[in-house]
């Protein structure tokens, strides 16, 4: 059974910084990444992490926010510096799976960590 769990959300004050984990048991995934949602918004991707090593961001957080990951550990990192009260959001680990045979694709989502900053 597919599991990721969320840790390290919380109330910042603006400019601070916070560290995202998800570890994530089961299986093995193709691309790990993580998305938020705002009240009253839809969901977003932050960024993502393939398991090449590739990353990819949202405009808004380029050069604030670093993704990475360990394969030993099975888990993702998102590292958030200069945080903005506008980065305010629950935010959710997931996890893409792509079987050959037969084809198949599977997304898998963590329960949702709030991180809150304040002005």
């Known amino acids: 059974q597919v599991q990721l769990v969320e840790s390290g959300g919380g109330l910042v004050q603006a400019g601070g910084s916070l560290r995202l984990s998800c570890a994530a048991s089961g299986s093995i995934f193709n691309a790990m990444g993580w998305y938020r949602q705002a009240p009253g918004k839809q969901r977003e991707l932050v960024a993502s992490i393939t398991s090449g090593g590739s990353t990819n961001y949202a405009d808004s957080v380029k050069g604030r926010f670093t993704i990475s990951r360990d394969k030993d550990k099975n888990s993702v990192y998102l590292q958030m510096n200069s945080l903005k009260p506008e980065d305010t959001a629950v935010y959710y680990c997931?996890?893409?799976?792509?079987?050959?045979?037969?084809?198949?694709?599977?997304?898998?989502w963590g329960q949702g960590t709030q991180v809150t900053v304040s002005s």
């Open positions: 997931n996890a893409n799976l792509k079987v050959v045979w037969p084809p198949a694709e599977y997304e898998y």
